[in-house]
């Protein structure tokens, strides 16, 4: 077991991760500690891009099950570590791949489109996969001729379907954290800051989402707060996102948006990650993600063609 202070288990993680030849990669939700030590700290987007393009060895995602999966997916010939497998997610729960295929079955027009959060094998019954960034995007390059399925985050899926006006049969998934703010919570501390905007993902329920100034995903959220007047800014989203946008603007306050329930902002699995599981799973190379051939070659198709549409100018 390495040492117990957390900067010298850093230095730990650094030296091994050159020893390695390995890439950081940390979600936005992930404790700051990790988030300090990570090469690339982003959002689902920008993090399944980073572990496409990489040319490290072994790439070390810090994020829940399926992030790491699809760094796999995208990049087969790497060894995918990270550090706590059972870090698992409500919307990827939700959605089993045999009642996909089921509901898939009662109408062959569907074209389906998987928000990330979801398991390899859903993503290999897909036709594109979408994250909050993109899902607009990906919804409006939808075929014109086809019968939308969107699965398995019902919240983000009637968002998008406000956006692009186009009707689609929604999973009824959602995100056990996001679901979490209400009508009632976010006027409570509207009334506290009434200057201040309101920001939130699109995981967030409709009541909530029409309180807000600005409906984006993380990595946006970064953008928006950035180029904002605002001096102070509410955030509905996961707590771990308020170090980085304290990191980014530094002279702004972020305001956590207050859940009925305390703590309940935060992500039980993102939470799982540790420093001590990080340079464990670096040491061992070990838990690892392992795929079968043939999901990994069914599901890199929806993901690439994701890219490929959200590199679309
Ligand atoms: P982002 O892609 O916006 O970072 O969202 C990921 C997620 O799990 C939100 O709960
Ligand atoms: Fe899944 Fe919600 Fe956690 Fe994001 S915050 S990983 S959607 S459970």
Redesign the pocket.
């Known amino acids: 077991m390495p040492p117990a202070r957390p900067d010298a288990l850093s230095r730990q993680i650094l030296d091994l991760k050159k020893k390695l030849n390995a890439v950081i990669l940390a979600?936005n939700?992930q404790v700051p500690e990790i988030q300090d030590l990570a090469d690339f700290v982003g959002d689902s987007l920008g993090l399944s891009q980073q572990a496409a393009k990489t040319s490290a060895e072994v790439i070390v995602f810090c994020?829940?099950h399926?992030?790491a999966e699809t760094a796999k997916i995208l990049n087969p010939m790497k060894v995918v570590v990270l550090p706590d497998k059972d870090?698992?997610?409500?919307?990827?729960e939700s959605c089993p791949a045999a009642k996909l295929q089921a509901l898939q079955q009662t109408n062959p027009n569907f074209w389906t489109i998987s928000y990330i959060?979801c398991s390899a094998e859903v993503k290999a019954l897909s036709d594109i996969i979408c994250t909050s960034g993109n899902a607009v995007k990906i919804a409006n390059a939808a075929p014109r001729d086809r019968d939308l399925l969107f699965v398995p985050?019902e919240n983000l899926g009637a968002w998008v379907m406000e956006k692009t006006g186009r009707p689609m049969t929604l999973w009824r998934g959602s995100?056990?954290?996001?679901v979490e703010w209400t009508h009632e919570s976010i006027v409570r501390i509207r009334g506290q800051y009434p200057g201040a905007p309101i920001v939130a993902h699109p995981?967030c329920t409709r009541a909530v989402r029409m309180l807000a100034d600005e409906v984006c995903s993380t990595e946006k959220m970064v953008g928006y707060c950035r180029s904002s007047p605002a001096k102070a800014i509410i955030i509905a989203?996961?707590a771990g996102m308020l170090h980085r946008l304290r990191k980014e603007c530094p002279n702004k306050e972020f305001i956590p948006a207050p859940t009925d329930n305390c703590r309940c902002n935060e992500?039980?699995?993102?939470k799982m990650n540790t420093l001590e599981k990080l340079y464990d799973c670096m040491a061992n190379l070990e838990p690892r993600v392992e795929l079968s051939e043939a999901t990994l070659s069914r599901a890199r198709l929806p993901i690439e063609r994701m890219l490929e549409v959200s590199a679309r100018s």
């Open positions: 979600h939700y994020g829940v399926f992030m870090a698992g997610c409500s919307l990827e959060n985050d995100c056990y954290v996001h995981e989203t996961e992500c039980r699995f993102m």
